[in-house]
């Protein structure tokens, strides 16, 4: 069986500019996605999608290979499914079926070797896709919107007078990974987060999604914490 790893790292980040390696305690974050999958040594390959020749350099340092991105598939619109399809299809990477491909977001520095071993184990012929979700620290059907002059309205008003502890768990996708089946990638319209797909939950303590300024200083702090004092791989 081939498992293919491959890592989206497009060069044209808005929110953290060159986000996808950018220094991250020391080291360009993108380093530590790429050691963990090579730790794993479940992938036969592990692929670096950009279009950006400074992250195509710091990847083949690591000794990864390099797809490089059209700059259609390089906007802010493009879905990561997309990305993953333009490599399916070229010729550069002619990999026979069935195989297995993981895509790892470059900023997922939790992502660890032993998470990634145990999804690829999960992934059965009965399973389309393996992800990581975190669970919400507050029953989500509590929530509430602000209107106009700080006025609130619940979401879910049934709930609005049920006990917190009478509410069911609530998770959310923790974006660290997908891992699938190439026939799954290969349904572009098909949601991941569907009955034939299984999650992997992970510590809220030890886990986060770097979307803003704010995300990455929090990162740095639980990473820190919880992973400095052993391999960022065990």
């Known amino acids: 069986m081939i498992n293919i790893c491959i890592i989206p790292a497009r060069g044209g980040s808005k929110r953290i500019p060159k986000k996808n390696i950018k220094i991250f305690l020391g080291k360009p974050i993108i380093n530590y996605v790429i050691k963990a999958a090579k730790i794993s040594k479940i992938f036969n390959y592990i692929i670096v999608s950009t279009d950006d020749k400074k992250i195509a350099n710091i990847a083949k340092k690591k000794g990864v290979l390099i797809h490089k991105r059209k700059k259609s598939l390089s906007k ?39 998470l990634l071993k145990k ?29 106009k002059n700080n006025v609130p309205e619940m979401f879910f008003k049934n709930y609005e007078q049920v006990n917190t502890q009478q509410i069911p768990p609530t998770y959310h996708d923790a974006a660290q990974f997908y891992f699938g089946w190439v026939k799954s990638w290969k349904k572009k319209n098909q949601n991941i987060f569907t009955s034939k797909s299984k999650f992997i939950e992970l510590d809220i303590l030890k886990s986060h999604d770097i979307d803003n300024h704010s995300d990455w200083i929090i990162a740095e702090m639980k990473y820190k914490k919880f992973f400095n004092k052993r391999s960022p791989t065990v």
């Not at 070229?90 to 900023?107: G, V």
């Not at 999804?119 to 059907?141: D, Q, W």
């Open 119 to 147: 999804a690829n184990t999960m992934l059965t012929n009965k399973t389309e896709y393996i992800f990581s979700a975190v669970r919400y620290g507050h029953p989500i059907l509590r929530s509430f919107k602000r209107k």
């Open 76 to 114: 802010d619109n493009v879905g990561t499914t997309d990305v993953i399809l333009d490599i399916i299809k070229t010729k550069k990477f002619n990999f026979k079926e069935p195989y297995k491909i993981c895509c790892i977001y470059p900023t997922s520095v939790f992502c660890t070797s032993k």
